[in-house]
């Protein structure tokens, strides 16, 4: 159980265009679902927070009109990238929270993006 | 001095022994720990969650936690190779729904 899944796992991009990355709980319902981003040999850094229906909590420094967050419904969540460059290449990695254990985390396997 | 501390290693265990892995809190209301393993180039993967003070064990995982002293560990027995990774400490303070994430311990396990 508390299977999340990411897609694509793996993007290219030119700069200036942007990406969608999708997040779902396969067999919980997700109350909540967060988004991190992760650079190499560095630590996990969580960008926001989703709870279904609501508008996202970003953290400082994270720009919401750049990293665009959807919490639609219970088992999806979407990061969309805009006008993405060089520097947004990392590995955006989701959570979802939510299950007969809703205090746990589980993690999604990544997507890496790669803007050109 | 940041929330969760972990020391960032190398931590090198010889196979078959015991891999300790520690993590202090700084928030007395914190309330619930994760340890997550995390291998190169992948995500997180949860693998022990403890509430309460005292010992957790599952398999050949042991996590302890000590409100009192704000610490919390992993101990790994009978180590094994496939063990080497990141091990990530995470922190739920009372009231918040996010985790707050130590920077990670990297062990190693040699053969």
């Known amino acids: 159980g508390a299977v999340v899944s990411q897609h694509p796992s793996r993007v290219i991009c030119k700069s200036g265009t942007s990406v969608k990355i999708e997040c779902r709980s396969l067999?919980?319902?997700?109350?909540?679902m967060f988004w991190y981003r992760q650079f190499p040999k560095q630590s996990l850094m969580l960008m926001a927070t989703s709870n279904e229906g609501s508008k996202a909590t970003y953290e400082q420094g994270v720009e919401k009109d750049k990293f665009l967050i959807n919490h639609a419904s219970l088992t999806l969540s979407t990061l969309t990238v805009t006008s993405a460059h060089p520097e947004d290449s990392s590995f955006y990695i989701c959570s979802a929270r939510g299950g007969i254990n809703s205090y746990e985390q589980y993690f999604g396997p990544g997507t890496r993006l790669t803007v050109t | 001095q940041k929330e969760v501390e972990q020391n960032s290693g190398p931590l090198s265990v010889p196979e078959g022994a015991i891999a300790s892995l520690n993590c202090t809190y700084s928030?007395?209301?914190?309330?619930?720990f994760f340890w997550y393993r995390q291998y190169s180039g992948k995500s997180p993967e949860l693998i022990m969650s403890?509430?309460?003070?005292g010992d957790k064990e599952d398999g050949r995982f042991t996590a302890q936690l000590n409100k009192a002293s704000q610490y919390v560990s992993l101990l790994i027995r009978d180590s094994q190779p496939s063990d080497s990774a990141t091990y990530l400490c995470?922190?739920?303070?009372?009231?918040?729904?996010?985790?707050?994430f130590g920077q990670g311990t990297r062990l190693t396990i040699n053969p």
């Open positions: 403890i509430y309460s003070n």
């Open positions: 067999d919980f319902q997700a109350t909540t």
């Open positions: 995470a922190v739920q303070i009372q009231g918040a729904q996010k985790l707050v």
């Open positions: 928030d007395r209301v914190s309330q619930s």
